[in-house]
């Protein structure tokens, strides 16, 4: 099988610093693979890297065989820990818009059966989401968890192959963040998504993925931190094979231990 | 209890709104009553009655010698020039904030221009105005546009850009071009920005109106005001100032409203 996405040996520097070097990585469709480091080591740097945000210093990265969109567009949802919807529209309209917006060019806007329409299919994934009941609602009336909701729900109505998500549920509360959980495996299930998930959380990072890769710099410079970027240091494949996932864990250095 | 601790209730807010304005129209009236009992020909401090003659004069009179009601005729005057001239920078300073403020190639030269002309004092250019446009309603228009479009663009530049990365990026993962990306998010988060800006400048806005029609004019409320100043009409001038000053109270108003309005989901349109 065609590996989906293929980094090949990409570097990100800022000026002096270098912040990922020598990453090669193959992701398979499907994959959902969770970033675990330390702060700092360039896990959201590659996320952006994914999502066009930023272009990579050095190397490339493919999506199904072609060299990735230099800009972010509809082929990679996205989730940000915040600011990932529109506080000026409706929970309704929120998810419209996607549908909305690459079907009129001009104006942005659908009007008459065709905006019906599209808000019949806005309504029926917030309903999945458990957002059926806050349809009219303004972003800023929603809680942290029901915002996320929102923002996941926004990124599935485009149907994208690649789901980014940046530290999705870093401001949810413990309880919340298992339903969370339990809502974004579920959908995964359903989608056959490719994820990419970036999280603080480790056991977050073991418990969702069925790979989870660990960034961290393999070389340090005590006189110019800078020097050298982070690389991929463990590709720990999980849910598949608990045992050589629970092996893995073991290997790893005791400072990224998950806590037990 | 601690000074900063304590509230007024309901009733005692009222009060204490009202209060100010009851003090300074005390003082004057104790004022006007001294001075037209020691010199009933005083024109400094016209007493209420005197100022409701000129008003009864100018506002439901017909003026001798052309036949309009002078005070209505100026009311009018005056707002058409300020609704043009704020209609106008709105518009103007709206579209150079985006442009300045969202995208970078516009913003690079965009920027820096708008700091320099913002700093053009507007009225040391009115001659240029006068005589590049004549001293017809174009000048007097032109000059309230100058002077506010530079501050209004300015400041949605600034609203601009302070719309998080996370949304202009999420726009375009959900299929924006740059010109839908515009139209549909970030226009309608700058709208009651644009609002807030207007009510910020409308002082100005009267300032450069005022001072237009005291300059070259044949009607409005700045041009009667510098016109009667000759005769030492007090009795005049000072209802003028109150009405002006009425209006420009109500706009504010008008536009805070609106903004409760039409944008609910603005946490500032509380304000």
Redesign the interface.
Same mark, same amino acid.
Do not use: C, N
């Given at each position: 099988m065609k590996p989906f996405i293929e980094v090949k040996n990409v570097w990100q520097e800022y000026g002096d610093q270098v912040v990922l070097e020598r990453l090669n990585l193959t992701v398979n469709e499907g994959e959902f693979c969770t970033l675990v480091g330390a702060s700092g080591c360039g896990k959201s740097t590659f996320l952006r890297l994914l999502?066009g945000?930023e272009q990579p210093s050095k190397g490339e990265i493919l999506l199904a065989g072609q060299p990735l969109p230099g800009? $972010?567009? &509809?082929s990679?949802? +996205?989730v940000?820990q915040?600011?990932? +919807?529109? $506080?000026?529209?409706s929970v309704l309209d929120n998810v419209a818009?996607?549908l909305?917006?690459?079907r009129?060019?001009?104006?942005?806007?659908l009007f008459g059966a065709a905006k019906r329409e599209a808000r019949e299919q806005a309504a029926v994934i917030l309903q999945k989401v458990g957002l059926g009941h806050a349809l009219d609602k303004?972003?800023?009336q929603l809680s942290g968890g029901m915002q996320q909701r929102l &923002?996941i729900a926004? &990124?599935l109505i485009?149907k994208?192959r690649v789901l980014l998500l940046d530290e999705p549920f870093g401001a949810l509360d413990p309880g919340i963040r298992k339903d969370m959980h339990a809502l974004l495996l579920e959908l995964w299930h359903a989608t056959g998504l490719t994820v990419f998930m970036v999280t603080h959380d480790l056991s977050e990072g073991f418990s969702l993925g069925t790979r989870l890769l660990v960034f961290d710099k393999t070389r340090i410079d005590p006189h110019a931190p800078g020097a050298f970027g982070a690389r991929i240091t463990y590709d720990i494949p999980l849910n598949t094979d608990r045992r050589a996932a629970r092996a893995a864990v073991d290997a790893l250095p005791a400072h990224l231990q998950p806590a037990r | 209890m601690r000074l900063i601790n304590r509230h007024p209730d309901r009733g005692g807010r009222l009060l204490l709104i009202l209060l100010p304005f009851a003090l300074l129209l005390f003082a004057y009236f104790i004022g006007s009553a001294a001075r037209l009992t020691d010199n009933p020909n005083d024109k400094l401090l016209p007493s209420a009655s005197q100022m409701v003659a000129a008003i009864d004069r100018l506002a439901f009179t017909e003026d001798k010698r052309s036949g309009n009601y002078l005070f209505w005729q100026d009311s009018a005057a005056s707002l058409t020039r300020l609704g043009l001239g704020i209609g106008i920078a709105a518009v103007a300073g709206l579209c150079l904030g985006i442009a300045a403020g969202i995208l970078p190639l516009l913003g690079a030269p965009l920027s820096p221009l708008l700091t320099v002309l913002s700093m053009v004092p507007p009225l040391a250019i009115l001659p240029i105005l006068f005589i590049t446009f004549g001293l017809g309603e174009l000048s007097k228009v032109m000059l309230i546009v100058i002077g506010i479009t530079p501050v209004l663009a300015r400041d949605l530049e600034q609203r601009a850009r302070e719309i998080?990365t996370?949304?202009l990026?999420?726009? !375009? =993962?959900?299929?924006?071009?740059t010109? =839908?990306l515009i139209?549909?998010?970030v226009l309608? !988060?700058l709208l009651p920005r644009l609002l807030i800006a207007l009510r910020l400048v409308l002082g100005s806005a009267w300032l450069f109106l005022i001072a237009a029609e005291a300059i070259a004019s044949t009607d409005g409320l700045g041009y009667r005001i510098f016109l009667v100043r000759r005769y030492m009409a007090m009795d005049v001038i000072l209802p003028y100032v109150i009405w002006i000053t009425l209006l420009a109270w109500l706009m504010d108003l008008g536009l805070r409203r609106v903004t409760q309005l039409c944008?609910?989901?603005?946490?500032g349109s509380k304000a």
């Open positions: 999502l945000q800009e $972010p567009d &509809a990679r949802g +996205v940000f915040r600011y990932s +919807v529109f $506080p000026h529209l818009i996607g909305e917006l690459p009129a060019p001009i104006l942005g806007r303004y972003p800023s &923002a926004q &990124a485009m994208p | 998080p996370e949304i990026i999420k726009a !375009q =993962t959900l299929g924006a071009s010109w =839908t139209l549909r998010v309608p !988060q944008f609910p989901w603005f946490a």
